[in-house]
């Protein structure tokens, strides 16, 4: 008996064969559909092993992990996510308190949506630096702590993954309203800290449903013409902000998007220094607040 924490990729071709002879064994399945956003797909691609399956809310395996634990003492229970099971969840925790009363466990690690969205980019992988989440209005918080991380990347000369938070329902934040948002509190932060706005001459890339056929980027100049875009965005969709680009990355980057990039790409109208003053301020700021 065991617990199986899997992923099964982020489209049903990325099924591992592990994963499916896991689930040939299992007693019974749980399906986290809230981590990632449009997820519903999966409980379709488990369509075979339809009598095992039980969808897990977040209460289930956050708040009452116990039980599932007790559960895999006597039995095969295997939790399902979207991507990889440990990487941006909550799941490691899981895997923690098994392990702590001597239940087996198992990782069925899956493609990451976190790891494809930064390939997918076109950019280097070894310089992308913190990632961070921006929260939706259902979490009631304002993203100060996201502007530090991008300006704490762009210090170090590092790119930034941004994911988009999801709420309970499966809502995920659309890129246009987080650029808004990080304009917004990015403006009130220049202003008690009497510092010059940055994020609005600053380039972002629009990732798409990466690792899927129907992966797509879309390059803005500045969060300023991305929080005024017309476009609609499929999810599931993160933001990846580019320090400025090497050589390379920026004749990938055309090569992919098949057109001629701005000189902000590749210079900006500030420094690293500058960068690096505003994310001291700010973890100032935030420490006296």
Known sequence: MALFIAGCGVYEGSFTRELLEV???????YVDLYTMPESSWVLAAL????????????ELLEGMSKAVVD????????IVSAGDPLVATTHVSLLAEAQSRGVEVRYIPGVSGVCTAKAYSGLSYYRFGRMAT????WRGLKPYSVLATIYANLCIDAHTLLLLDVSDDGLQLSPIDAALKLLEVEAELSEALKTRALLGLTPVIVVERAGTPEARLVAFDSFESLSTAEERFRT????VIPAPLNPTERWVLESRLKRALGA???RRA???SECCEYYEKTLR????G
């Open 23 to 29: 689930l040939d064994v299992a007693d019974v399945v």
């Open 47 to 58: 369509e075979r092993w339809r009598n095992k399956i039980r969808v897990a809310s977040r």
């Open 71 to 78: 559960e895999a003492m006597g039995r095969n229970v295997v």
């Open 134 to 137: 921006v929260p939706g209005p």
């Open 236 to 239: 599931p969709s993160s933001l």
């Open 264 to 266: 902000t790409w590749s």
């Open 270 to 272: 500030y420094g690293r």
């Open 285 to 288: 700021w935030l420490s006296e």
